[in-house]
């Protein structure tokens, strides 16, 4: 029997905000443990939550974005539940009145077309901290830090509609985009601040109804959420194939055995006695608020690439590799800012930027490319100008990005200028008196112009590659008299 | 001779006839003389009360009070918030506990220049009517140390009716400032929900509790309400609106041509104590005396506000105490093996049996399966009581209840929890209403001699017109400063 995955995400990505959900600490990555920390978010008695406005704001903007149906009023609920991480033993969520229902995020699946991926709920919520078990097996306690609890979290509920592991891969890498077109979150899954739960089921092909659904946490990135899918695919289909029942159950990623085990089951009731906070008030989301919010939503990667097309001239396979990126985008448009050569700049990027970033980590982007946006237009420039040629830049490159130095430097102290053109006249004189060129400059007399490009590659190589292309034609066909 | 209230203390302080650390002093001194007696306190702030006095007496000698009230005495119940004090709760599962911040209140009392001189006992994590569950034992009643002075805010209570403090804080949840003031014999006024902060009140039920003043008049209470009242940005359910000069306001009302409410379900007898029910009934002939008009209504919701209380409360609290775990501050078992344990285990020990018995029914209340039954059944019938009240409010400017429908009681005499929480009848639908009301002395009973107090109520941020039907109704009744209790300072 063939299987089709079923899959809906959780995705939880942290707001890119100056101060936590409830509190004035500050909400920054990192820190000694417990050096953001407060009476409040480390739910120490007597303290009371504050909604932090610019959380709510990055929340309302991006469940606008996603075309979420916003009510006037949204509501906080306490999910409870014992954790250690969890100071108040309760996280402060949403679980009635959602900030966002329906709403989709529409993903391109190249030659496949597109597909809207619809949306549950959209809610806000309070991060949790994290525990520190110490790797000495002698060590009888764990540690908690708390500086990550109460940094606002923004819950993206899909609705299971997702079909293929292809699919899952350009949902996930298409909502970072998103996500970071709008500017809400760093989405840095190796940090955290993007995490992607799953939830997938199986169902024989062909079938309409739901299979029983398994939820994995613990997927610290794109890469392992794929490798997951497989993983639980083969799980899943052995079970259905032996006649077994798929457990509805939280399952974890075991990164060293490349597989999910059982991590509580959902079958035993786990009862989070959600009931509405009465420590915050019901958010009244006025026409004005959700107007100031609305208005915040920057230009979003479909509209972005129609532009590219039309204001660059650039090729449809160009506008959307470069817009798939947010940073890639912006690292075009600043270079283009510079030197206004389009195709050449893309060009550059989408060979040598893409390539570079293929090799690095996930949460790696072009703004940690060695090469400056300022310096791949200067290259371009050096190329347009006919300063170098384009097999020195090719040469140049390289040096780029090892070094980091200027083009124009590199060429300057490597003697990658192009020969002049009055030592041109000397090494063509020697390339047309070469024997081993007879046949090729009587190819060229007989009419054969592809002849050319064989002399072109014999001035080169003498030449070490410094000679202009441009001028170096114009003078073989002088010196053997064809004008 | 009567107990000097704090706005006499003040004037005598303003006028130069006697100093902070004088006064802090003494204090201190009737504090140890009738402690063993009264047991009111969980912690007294002997040297940090007596530093913070001469400061405060070097600002007078500069004249550069902080407020009129400078130097001036005064207790809160120790769920209140306050930095490098330890703050208990009453609870074994906070003995150690040393908070790192001053709450909002204690904060406001501090920077008028306060003394804060103790910690006041209460029923844990103020759950009681007499302090029998304080996990340090109970306070007694100064009028009979015999009888429990009612609770949670009992220690409260004792403590300013016994002198050993002008005034005191205590918060109300259900009844918690105004059932012990009943008992003891002094006022106790529970504001309208939002407004005194409550950043730093350690909460049982968030939308319920309200700290409040706990005084020997009405007068104090006005001093005291607006020390403490008014918008807080750390709590969100603070109102933001300005604060009358309550004590000023106070004074311009009266009481003729006033409508006063009084629902038949507050005066079936049913339960009531007869000698208190002579106190109260004669406390109403008294207001139409001073020319209210009386006028009989009906709330039929109240018959349901203990069951509705006792689920909105307890569900609240299960949550709220989840926190007490062991594994950030408080107590922590000893030896578990794992996480599961020491969380179970510290909580097992720590807290003490209602406590337990609170948390197990909001739990139960907010249970999958359950939550239609119980909680949000709870909920719609506070909204149908805070019809009533707003119905009765309509019709009239006040409402007029017994606080306690008995007289302070020996210890141990309700050991029945649901005759515990009837004790609270009169007093707790007035916190799932959100309004405002006050406890007055009445007098006393005939038999035992033993303080009755009379409630009055009014609505949302209605203090003023509260106030000045107090102030009114206080001097008329003419028990405050008639009669010491058998234990004072």
């Not at chain 1, 940094?151 to 699919?167: A, F, G, H, N, Y």
């Not at chain 1, 613990?218 to 497989?230: E, G």
């Amino acid at each position: 029997m063939d299987f089709e995955i079923v899959i809906g995400f959780e995705v939880h990505t942290e707001l890119k905000t100056k101060t936590k959900v409830w509190c004035a600490c500050a909400n920054e990555f990192g820190g000694p443990p417990n050096s953001h920390v407060c009476p409040v978010c480390l739910g120490m008695p007597g303290s009371l939550p504050v909604l932090n406005r610019e959380a709510f704001t990055l929340a309302l903007k991006t469940a606008l974005a996603l075309q979420c149906d916003v009510p006037r009023i949204t509501t906080f609920d306490r999910k409870n539940y014992y954790y250690p991480d969890l100071p108040k033993n309760y996280q402060i969520s949403q679980n009635d009145k959602f900030l966002g229902t329906g709403g989709y995020l529409e993903i391109d699946l190249g030659e496949a077309g597109h597909k809207k991926i619809r949306i549950h709920n959209i809610h806000l919520e309070e991060d949790a901290g994290k525990n520190i078990h110490p790797e000495d097996k002698n060590v009888t306690y764990s540690l908690v830090d708390l500086n990550r609890a109460g940094v606002p979290l923004l819950e993206i509920v899909t609705q299971p509609d997702i079909r293929s592991k292809e699919e899952a891969a350009a949902f996930m890498t298409q909502m970072r985009n998103f996500l970071q077109y709008l500017d809400v979150s760093d989405c840095k899954m190796q940090e955290g601040s993007l995490r992607f739960e799953l939830n997938m089921s199986l169902r024989p092909k062909g079938s309409d109804a739901f299979g029983q659904k398994v939820e994995v946490k613990n997927l610290n990135s794109m890469s392992v959420v794929l490798k997951c899918i497989d993983a639980e695919f083969d799980r899943q289909s052995d079970m259905l194939r032996n006649g077994e029942r798929v457990m509805s159950e939280t399952r974890l990623w075991d990164e060293v055995k490349n597989e999910t085990r059982a991590m509580r089951s959902k079958e035993r009731a786990n009862d989070y006695r959600y009931f509405p906070d009465p420590d915050l008030v019901d958010v009244d989301i006025t026409p004005e608020i959700r107007a100031a919010a609305q208005a915040t939503i920057p230009e979003l990667p479909l509209a972005r690439r129609r532009r590219f097309e039309e204001q660059y001239g650039l090729p449809a396979y160009d506008a959307s590799v470069l817009t798939a990126s947010f940073t890639t985008a912006n690292y075009f448009e600043k270079a283009v800012e510079s030197h206004p050569s389009p195709k050449g700049i893309s060009n550059w990027i989408m060979t040598e930027g893409l390539a570079w970033l293929n090799k690095q980590p996930e949460d790696t982007t072009i703004d940690d490319f060695p090469v400056k946006s300022a310096a791949i237009a200067e290259l371009v420039k050096l190329i347009d100008t006919g300063a170098i040629t384009g097999k020195i830049a090719k040469q140049v490159f390289p040096i780029m990005l090892e070094t980091g130095k200027s083009p124009a430097v590199i060429v300057e102290e490597k003697g990658l200028k192009p020969v002049d053109d009055s030592a041109l006249g000397p090494i063509i004189d020697e390339v047309l008196a070469d024997p081993r060129n007879e046949k090729t400059i009587a190819d060229l007399r007989g009419g054969k112009a592809a002849a050319m490009g064989a002399l072109m590659g014999a001035v080169m190589k003498r030449s070490g590659g410094k000679a202009n292309p441009a001028t170096v034609t114009p003078l073989i066909r002088k010196k053997l008299g064809l004008e | 001779m009567h107990l000097p209230t704090a706005h006499e203390l003040s004037e005598q302080l303003n006028r130069g006839e006697t100093t902070s650390v004088k006064l802090t002093q003494q204090y201190l001194e009737k504090i140890e003389r009738t402690e063993p007696r009264l047991h009111s306190f969980i912690t007294v702030l002997g040297h940090e009360a007596l530093a913070a006095a001469e400061a405060s007496d070097r600002r007078r000698a500069y004249e550069l009070p902080k407020s009129p009230f400078d130097g001036v005495p005064v207790a809160v119940k120790d769920n209140m918030i306050t930095k490098g004090t330890k703050t208990t709760c009453a609870s074994r599962i906070l003995d150690n506990f040393v908070p790192p911040y001053n709450g909002t209140v204690v904060q406001k009392l501090q920077d008028a220049g306060m003394i804060v001189i103790g910690k006041a006992n209460l029923d844990e994590f103020a759950m009681g009517s007499s302090t029998e569950n304080s996990a340090f034992g109970r306070s007694n009643n100064p009028w009979n140390t015999d009888l429990v002075p009612g609770g949670s805010s009992g220690g409260s209570a004792t403590c300013v009716a016994g002198g050993q403090v002008p005034w005191s804080l205590g918060s109300d949840t259900g009844g918690s400032i105004r059932q012990p003031a009943a008992l003891c014999g002094i006022v106790g006024m529970k504001p309208t929900y939002g407004r005194v902060s409550r950043y730093g009140l350690v909460a049982f039920a968030s939308s319920l509790d309200q700290i409040g003043p706990m005084t020997l008049d009405v007068e104090d209470t006005a001093h005291l309400l607006k020390m403490i009242s008014g918008y807080d940005t750390k709590d969100s359910t603070s109102a933001n609106l300005p604060v009358p000069d309550y004590a000023e306001e106070m004074r311009k009302g009266s009481l003729r041509g006033k409508k006063v409410a009084r629902p038949k379900e507050f005066f079936t007898g049913e339960g009531m104590d007869a000698g208190v029910a002579r106190v109260v009934d004669a406390a109403v002939e008294k207001l139409a005396s001073l020319g209210a008009e009386i006028v009989d209504v009906s709330m039929p919701h109240l018959k349901y506000s203990i069951s509705c209380y006792y689920l909105v409360a307890t569900a609240e609290c299960s949550s709220n105490l989840a926190r007490y775990d062991g594994a950030q501050y408080g107590y922590r078992t000893e030896g578990a093996k794992n996480i599961v344990e020491m969380f179970s285990k510290s909580r097992a020990e720590g807290f003490g049996a209602e406590v337990k018995r609170r948390i197990m029914m909001g739990t139960h209340a907010l249970s999958a399966g359950y939550y239609d039954a119980y909680y949000s059944k709870a909920l719609k019938i506070r909204t149908l009581l805070k019809q009533d009240y707003d119905a009765a409010l309509k019709q009239a400017d006040l409402i007029v209840a017994p606080t306690s429908p008995i007289p302070a009681f020996p210890a141990g005499a309700k050991a029945d929890p649901m005759s515990m929480y009837l004790c609270d009848i009169f007093t707790l639908s007035l916190n799932l209403a959100g309004y405002c009301g006050i406890s007055l002395p009445a007098g006393f009973t005939a038999n035992e001699g033993l303080p009755v107090g009379v409630q009055l109520f009014a609505g949302a941020f209605e203090e003023v017109k509260l106030l000045q039907a107090s102030y009114e109704f206080e001097k008329a009744l003419g028990v405050v400063g008639s009669r010491l209790p058998a234990v004072v300072g």
